[in-house]
């Protein structure tokens, strides 16, 4: 986005809605936005400009969810631009007037909210913006705005067969005073150009040619590598370190002393890792985390789940601890789930040049947030905003890892310029990675619940045992929630269900283990534990695990019409012998989904094959509707993944794990068929990037109950719990 | 000195013999298409062609590729319109992007050898490469598009 502005001026709308309006150097800059707060300051989401060409700012990040096309898609059909003149700007700053409002306005990619966080407001930047080009063309033809049509980044006129581009209008003179004389107008949905089209990503070309440039491949003049050693326990620091032979490694430049680690710092990759290979570091024995030991932890956390500590109140109906102490058929279980890792495909990475007064820099970082990695070079420098030039760059995988407050891969490269007065790439390596990466947290989870004289589920609570994650990756967001951790909880409000006595609690438990938010969540545990406990009432009380849910879902029509859609795309292809299948209802935030896993057990080997899934989603009125059943796919996989393989342990405060050698990650010949069914409605959009992945898990545990008549309740479901299930 | 033929074109280095293929071409010739993933060859991100052959390319030092030829993502065709690149557009099969060159040379190295393959063929084959946002059954109906046009 050009930066200069020359003019500009704020335009008040009868609807407290509000234009801003500037000329620039490069040619003439309409920022158009609409927001209830009318007194906020306002700058560019879009540029037209003479020549044509449309500029729409990307304010979220890319990750491989897609939303770098889809955002863009949804301002550039309210302004009927022509979607080849099109070209996105990545928002390379923590400007919170481009925030996302479903944080509170933090640059924050996240919780599959781009596209519902930020609907409405590209809808109204773009709307405003058309308005603005009617009314001028109007004026310029002296015809009435009615009249003025729009279409492909022209107007015109049917009467008299006129028409101009959209770059010819802005040109006329004046055209930063126009004011809007109606309120504007969305589209209604059968208006709809782009939105809900397949409009092919913007990114996908660079990405299969091997263009795309993420963090890692950043190449600057005069940059040097680091590679750093860490504590191999989190709290430990050095004792004493024994640098001669790195330092007299050929290339090497420096060994740079960090918070929690030691970076050789080196005229090349190849010497960075050979130096790091020679350093002698002894580490302090002190940290408490030298004792945990992930077993033990999640037998910690099975006894608070177990027992009666009141937790911190998630959602509350009625009263739920009464109704259960009265009923007569209630039922109890408890459902377990072990540490898990990102696993994304690109480790941690970032360059940092400081500047000579080692009070700004320039940083090149794939994250989930702006505001964070502006946060974590301000702090690391005790400097300002302003003085921080940051690129963001796509990433190679996000899934949660890449949001905390404090980015210490970034850190790290900021320390090592700083020290060595020269760019500074930090490349973590697949172990680093794994061993001191942050994990879904281990967590234990207790369920209760009755049924009435009708058979029906009436009475629920659910206990979730497990460390507050927000209280851990952020604390600043943790004194705005506290004691309501979305993150940790996230799945357990079990709303598309009508239960009238409910609670969810969270018992928070000790922190053991560095956590971060995962993909789905909390819902990629509490949906475990909720559906597949479901499940077993559903078995007890001997009706059809569909029927059960219907029952709990009286006054949920579009959740009913999924499982009505789910069991019609299964009933189509025959129950093959030797296998089972299972049923779950899920999804993720507002997004509800219904899918149906059809397994075979190699009951020697303790395997499972997921053969088959079907999944049949309610995301609102979709935006790309190719790009979501990719999203939605890619969820079902992760969720395979992760119900049949995933799992990280912890010895003495260190991760046992260090490659996809021993944290193993689905593969394709391992691959489910996986049919979608996506429901098309006009609703307001809700998530989809997460909104495949937790039913699964218990679809899978619920299909090999169908087929073996035992249960699995700790996930992941490995070899050994397997057979156990099955002894 | 050593010197290979890379992706049609003589190279010749002074850099340490052992020196990782992966970390040459990526920081010294800044042909960065090829990915950094494990270093073990368990997730493909790197894979590479060496005599036409596929290769991990964290597996195989600069000695090793001595006299030797390498193709890379950006060797792979001249105009970035290899059947499997318009394939991987056309199905739209990228989600983060970064295993995916690795799996489109995976790929390649099969349908040189099996223009025809089946899709049990296909999956076996293309396990070698992790992806993880789940695009495989994708890259399948890919690999199926290019093998349909290269043999049509």
Redesign the interface.
């Known amino acids: 986005m050009s930066a200069s502005i020359d003019v500009s001026r704020r335009v008040f709308l009868k609807s407290g809605a509000a234009v801003a309006v500037a000329l620039t150097a490069g040619g003439i800059r309409v920022v158009a936005y609409a927001n209830e707060n009318a007194q906020e300051d306002f700058a560019g989401w879009v540029e037209i400009k003479p020549d044509d060409s449309v500029h729409i700012l990307f304010p979220s990040t890319e990750?491989?969810?897609?939303s770098e096309t889809g955002l863009p898609q949804i301002l550039a059909d309210e302004l009927d631009a022509d979607w080849d003149q099109v070209s996105i700007h990545q928002l390379n700053e923590d400007d919170r007037r481009f925030g996302n409002p479903a944080f509170g306005k933090i640059l924050y990619t996240a919780g599959s909210s781009a596209i519902y966080g930020y609907f409405n407001v590209l809808r109204q930047a773009g709307a405003t913006l058309r308005d603005m080009i009617r009314e001028r063309t109007a004026a310029e033809w002296g015809v009435d705005k009615d009249a003025v049509a729009t279409s492909n980044s022209r107007v015109s006129h049917a009467a008299s067969g006129r028409s101009m581009t959209y770059g010819e209008v802005v040109a006329l003179p004046n055209f930063a005073e126009t004011t809007i004389s109606t309120p504007v107008k969305l589209k209604s949905h059968e208006q709809h150009t782009l939105i809900g089209k397949r409009v092919?990503?913007r990114?996908?070309?660079?990405?299969?040619?091997?263009?795309?440039?993420?963090a890692?491949?950043v190449?600057v003049p005069n940059m040097l590598?680091a590679s750093v050693l860490r504590s191999p326990v989190e709290g430990e620091t050095i004792a004493s370190l024994n640098d001669e032979k790195a330092l007299a490694t050929?290339d090497v430049v420096d060994v740079v002393t960090l918070p929690d680690g030691v970076a050789v710092v080196a005229k090349?990759?190849?010497?960075a890792l050979a130096g790091r290979a020679t350093l002698d570091v002894s580490w302090t024995e002190t940290s408490p985390f030298r004792q945990y030991n992930s077993a033990d932890t999640l037998e910690a956390y099975r006894q608070a789940a177990v027992g009666d500590t009141e937790g911190a109140t998630w959602r509350a109906e009625g009263d739920a601890k009464a109704a259960l102490a009265g009923a007569t058929r209630s039922f109890d279980a408890v459902y377990t789930s072990d540490y898990a890792y990102?696993?994304?495909?690109?480790?941690m990475a970032a360059t940092a040049s400081v500047d000579a007064d080692g009070k700004g820099a320039e940083v090149w970082v794939g994250t989930q947030t702006q505001s964070w990695s502006t946060r974590t070079a301000t702090e690391v420098l005790g400097t300002t905003a302003d003085r921080i030039r940051l690129n963001m760059m796509?990433?190679?995988?996000?899934?949660g890892r890449r949001t905390e407050l404090m980015q210490n891969y970034l850190r790290d490269a900021l320390l090592c310029s700083k020290a060595t007065k020269q760019p500074v790439k930090v490349?973590w390596?697949?172990p680093d990675d794994l061993k001191f990466g942050a994990f879904r947290p281990a967590a234990a989870q207790y369920l209760k619940a009755a049924i009435n004289e009708k058979g029906v589920l009436t009475a629920w609570h659910h206990r979730v045992a497990t460390p507050s994650v927000i209280e851990y990756f952020n604390p600043i967001r943790w004194q705005q929630v506290a004691p309501k951790d979305i993150v940790t909880m996230r799945g357990a409000e079990s709303q598309f269900y009508n239960i009238p006595d409910f609670l969810a609690e969270h018992v928070k438990t000790e922190r053991q283990a560095r956590i971060l938010p995962w993909r789905g969540i909390g819902a990629a545990y509490t949906s475990f534990a909720a559906e597949a406990f479901i499940d077993e009432f559903a078995a007890k009380t001997k009706t059809d695990p569909l029927d059960f849910r219907r029952s709990m879902m009286t006054d949920n029509p579009r959740g009913t019409a999924l499982v009505d859609r789910v069991e019609k795309m299964a009933a189509a292809v025959p129950l093959a012998e030797g296998r089972g299948r299972g049923f779950a209802f899920a999804g993720y935030g507002y997004t509800q989904a219904a899918g149906i896993a059809e397994i075979s057990v190699d009951a020697s080997a303790g395997t499972i094959q997921v053969h088959h899934v079907w999944i049949a989603v309610d995301a609102g009125q979709i935006i790309s509707p190719?790009?979501a059943l990719?999203?939605i796919?890619?969820?079902?996989?992760?969720g395979v993944?992760s119900a049949l393989l995933e799992r990280v342990t912890i010895t003495n405060g260190q991760v046992e794990q260090e490659?996809?050698?021993n944290y193993t990650?689905?593969?394709?010949?391992?691959?489910p068929?996986?049919d979608i069914y996506v429901a098309e409605n006009n609703e307001k959009p809700t998530q989809i990037g997460e909104a495949g992945n937790p039913l699964v898990p218990p679809a899978i545990a619920n299909a090999f109950f169908a087929l073996t008549g035992r249960r699995l309740r700790h996930q992941p479901f490995t070899p050994d719990r397997v057979r156990e299930a099955l002894a | 000195m050593i010197s290979f033929m890379l992706n049609g074109e003589r190279v010749e280095t002074d850099a340490d013999p052992d020196t990782l293929l992966l970390i040459f071409l990526r920081e010294e010739l800044g042909l960065t298409g090829t990915k950094y993933g494990c270093g073990a060859a368990m997730c493909g991100a790197c894979m590479v062609h060496m005599q036409g052959a596929p290769m991990f390319s964290c597996q195989i030092t600069l000695a090793g590729v001595a006299g030797l030829s390498i193709k890379t993502i950006e060797g792979l065709s001249e105009n970035d319109d290899h059947p499997l690149q318009k394939a991987w557009i056309e199905e739209q099969v990228p989600q983060c992007g970064y295993c995916q060159s690795g799996q489109i040379m995976r790929a390649a190295a099969l349908l040189d050898s099996n223009p025809t393959p089946s899709e049990e063929d296909i999956r076996n084959w293309m396990s070698t490469n992790l992806c993880r946002c789940g695009t495989y059954n994708r890259i399948v109906k890919a690999v199926q598009r290019a093998a349909a046009e290269m043999s049509a």
């Open positions: 990750m491989g969810q897609g092919p990503r990114d996908i070309p660079a990405k299969s040619t091997g263009k795309a440039k993420y890692i491949d190449r590598y050929r090349t990759l190849h010497a990102h696993a994304q495909i690109e480790p796509p990433m190679g995988g996000g899934f490349i390596l697949r190719d790009n990719n999203q796919e890619g969820g079902v996989l992760w993944s490659n996809y050698y990650v689905l593969r394709n010949n391992q691959s068929t996986v």
